[in-house]
């Protein structure tokens, strides 16, 4: 089944204990994106990369860092998570942006206490 | 700045009359616009879609929107609601190549609520 795998689903830690969201897509797609949901404010971009090579920041990046060390995989880093940093996470793909239409997973809810 | 707008956080039908929800946006030259619906602790899923061409575009689960570019909306309607089509709506746009067109932009999203 073709399909966006995010791990944890669910997730509370603490103020500077770092975590690691991972995303794997089973595409073959290019492009990647992380984006975080918050009630008001619908989604906004964190990171995306067009491939392996290409990975740039989104609207709003601070405090995250992501990875492509290989075309299935975007994984999201959280190096000091903050309380302003509970939302609930979303990792998308798509064969490549041209049309824009994207895949996503189901979502990372995550609690920085 | 860029931006999309869903002027209304909820919309509520009874289920067989027509829907409409609302979204404008505010982005230059001619961006690509996008439907996606979220059901409960789901991901959000591709609906619909306007590049070019004819305004009235139709998408999954008889769902269609409405392009307007005097206005610069697009709205998404159905003819007869159902009441599993209560979910989160969002309104998305990419916009053309030279404005970031590496993202989405999204809405704020709408909640429908079809009651029987």
């Known amino acids: 089944e073709a399909q966006v795998t995010q791990n944890p689903r669910y997730l509370i830690t603490v103020t500077g204990k770092k975590l690691t969201v991972t995303c794997s897509q089973n595409?073959?797609?290019?492009?990647m994106s992380w984006y975080r949901q918050d009630p008001g404010l619908g989604l906004r971009q964190i990171y995306y990369s067009m491939n392996v090579e290409v990975t740039d920041k989104g609207d709003v990046p601070e405090g995250y860092k992501v990875s492509r060390k290989e075309k299935r995989n975007f994984p999201l880093i959280l190096e000091s998570p903050s309380p302003n940093q509970t939302s609930l996470y979303f990792c998308a793909s798509s064969p490549t942006f041209d049309t824009g239409e994207l895949f996503f997973g189901e979502g990372s809810r995550l609690t920085v206490l | 700045a860029q931006s999309v707008a869903q002027p209304e956080d909820q919309v509520n039908v009874a289920e067989g009359n027509p829907l409409t929800v609302k979204c404008t946006y505010s982005v230059s030259g001619n961006p690509y616009l996008f439907w996606y619906v979220q059901y409960p602790n789901r991901g959000l899923q591709f609906l619909l879609k306007?590049?070019?061409?004819?305004?009235l575009v139709k998408g999954s689960y008889g769902f269609e929107a409405e392009f307007n570019k005097s206005q610069t909306s697009f709205h998404l309607k159905k003819p007869s609601a159902l009441v599993s089509d209560s979910a989160l709506y969002f309104c998305a746009v990419r916009p053309p190549f030279s404005g970031g067109y590496n993202k989405l932009i999204f809405g704020a999203g709408t909640r429908l609520a079809v009651h029987p």
């Open positions: 306007y590049i070019t061409g004819d305004n």
């Open positions: 595409m073959n797609h290019e492009y």
